[in-house]
C-alpha cells in the first residue's frame, strides 16, 4: 500500500501537472471506484472543471477543482495515479480515465480494486468522515516529541500497532513503522506506555527522518506504486526488506515475523 512518502510523491508530481489543467472527457471503466457518485453523474459535475491545486490528507489525495468541488482518492493496496500520454496502451486494470486539455491523461489503475474515488465540495473537506477521524499529521507543527508521548502514554497497545493507526498519527504504514523503530531502536512489540520520553523524543524525529529521506527518493517500489509520471521510487529501507538477511548496523540476522497481523522485520539486538 503507498503511504505517506509515496502519496506526497503523488501529490507533488500531480500538482505540478494538473494546476490550471481542465478536463475535456472522463471515462469511468469501473464504476465500483466511485463510493458516493454514479458514473453519470461524476461526469457531468466534472467535465469542464479545471484543477486548482492538489493536497494530501493522511493516505488521501484531494484534487481541489475551480467549481469549489474535490476529488478525493485513497489508493488502498495497489492503486496508481498517474499522468500518461493518451496514446499509451491503456492498462489492464485501468479504472478511471480523465482526458486533459494539455494533451495528458490522467489514469487510475488498480489491480486489486480497493481504490476508492469520492466527489465532494471543498466545504465539507473538515469534516468528511474519512477524513475527520485521521490523526495528525507527522510533519504538522502540532505534532511534537511532547505531542507524541502523550499519545503512546494513553495506550498499552505494542507501539507497531500504535504507528499503524490512522486515528493516531495519519499516513505511516507498515514499511515506515519498521524504518521508525529500527533508526529509533525500539521494539516493535514494546507496549506504546512503557516507552520513555527520551524514547518518544528519539521516535519522533525516527519517523521524520525516514518519512523525508523516502520523500527524497520518490518513495518505494516494491510492488505496484509508482509516481506521477508512472516511474518507479528509489527508497532503499534499511530493515523492511525479505533480502536484508543482516543488521546493517550489528550484523545480527534480521527477524522476520508477523505482530500485529503484518510482516514485521526488525534486529533482535539493536531494538529494546
Given at each position: 500500500m503507498p503511504e505517506l512518502p509515496e502519496v506526497e510523491t503523488i501529490k507533488r508530481g500531480l500538482d505540478e501537472g494538473l494546476r490550471g489543467v481542465s478536463i475535456l472527457e472522463i471515462e469511468v471503466l469501473h464504476p465500483g471506484v466511485l463510493k458516493n457518485q454514479s458514473p453519470e453523474a461524476f461526469r457531468l459535475r466534472l467535465l469542464?472543471?479545471?484543477?486548482?491545486?492538489?493536497?494530501?490528507?493522511?493516505?488521501?489525495?484531494?484534487?481541489?477543482?475551480?467549481?469549489?468541488?474535490?476529488?478525493?482518492?485513497?489508493?488502498?493496496?495497489?492503486?496508481?495515479?498517474?499522468?500518461?500520454?493518451?496514446?499509451s496502451p491503456r492498462q489492464k486494470h485501468l479504472?478511471?480515465?480523465?482526458?486533459?486539455?494539455?494533451?495528458?491523461?490522467?489514469?487510475?489503475?488498480?489491480?486489486?480494486?480497493f481504490?476508492?474515488?469520492?466527489l465532494i465540495?471543498?466545504?465539507?473537506?473538515?469534516?468528511?468522515?474519512?477524513?475527520?477521524?485521521?490523526?495528525?499529521?507527522?510533519?504538522?507543527?502540532?505534532?511534537?516529541?511532547?505531542?507524541?508521548?502523550?499519545?503512546l502514554k494513553g495506550?498499552?497497545?505494542?507501539?507497531?500497532?500504535?504507528l499503524l493507526d490512522q486515528t493516531k498519527i495519519s499516513g505511516i504504514g507498515n514499511i515506515y513503522a519498521?524504518?521508525?523503530?529500527f533508526c529509533a531502536k525500539i521494539h516493535p512489540s514494546r507496549e506504546a506506555n512503557s516507552l520513555s520520553f527520551e524514547e518518544a523524543r528519539r521516535?519522533?524525529?525516527?519517523?521524520?527522518?525516514?518519512?523525508?529521506?523516502?520523500?527524497?527518493?520518490?518513495?518505494r517500489t516494491f510492488s505496484n506504486y509508482l509516481n506521477a509520471r508512472?516511474?518507479?521510487?528509489?527508497?532503499?529501507?534499511?530493515?523492511?526488506?525479505?533480502k536484508k538477511e543482516y543488521c546493517p548496523y550489528c550484523g545480527t540476522p534480521i527477524e522476520h515475523r508477523k505482530l500485529f497481523g503484518r510482516g514485521t522485520f526488525y534486529c533482535p539486538k539493536c531494538q529494546k
Open positions: 469542464g472543471d479545471s484543477f486548482i491545486k492538489v493536497e494530501r490528507r493522511g493516505k488521501f489525495l484531494l484534487l481541489f477543482l475551480h467549481s469549489g468541488q474535490v476529488i478525493l482518492i485513497h489508493l488502498r493496496m495497489t492503486g496508481n495515479l498517474f499522468l500518461s500520454d493518451p496514446d479504472h478511471l480515465l480523465f482526458r486533459l486539455d494539455n494533451g495528458e491523461d490522467l489514469r487510475l489503475v488498480d489491480q486489486r480494486k481504490g476508492e474515488v469520492h465540495f471543498a466545504s465539507q473537506v473538515p469534516e468528511y468522515p474519512p477524513l475527520k477521524k485521521l490523526g495528525v499529521e507527522p510533519f504538522d507543527p502540532s505534532f511534537s516529541p511532547e505531542n507524541l508521548f502523550s499519545i495506550s498499552k497497545r505494542g507501539i507497531k500497532q500504535l519498521d524504518e521508525a523503530l521516535l519522533f524525529s525516527s519517523i521524520r527522518e525516514v518519512l523525508n529521506r523516502s520523500i527524497q527518493a520518490q518513495g508512472g516511474e518507479p521510487g528509489d527508497y532503499q529501507p534499511l530493515v523492511h526488506d525479505a
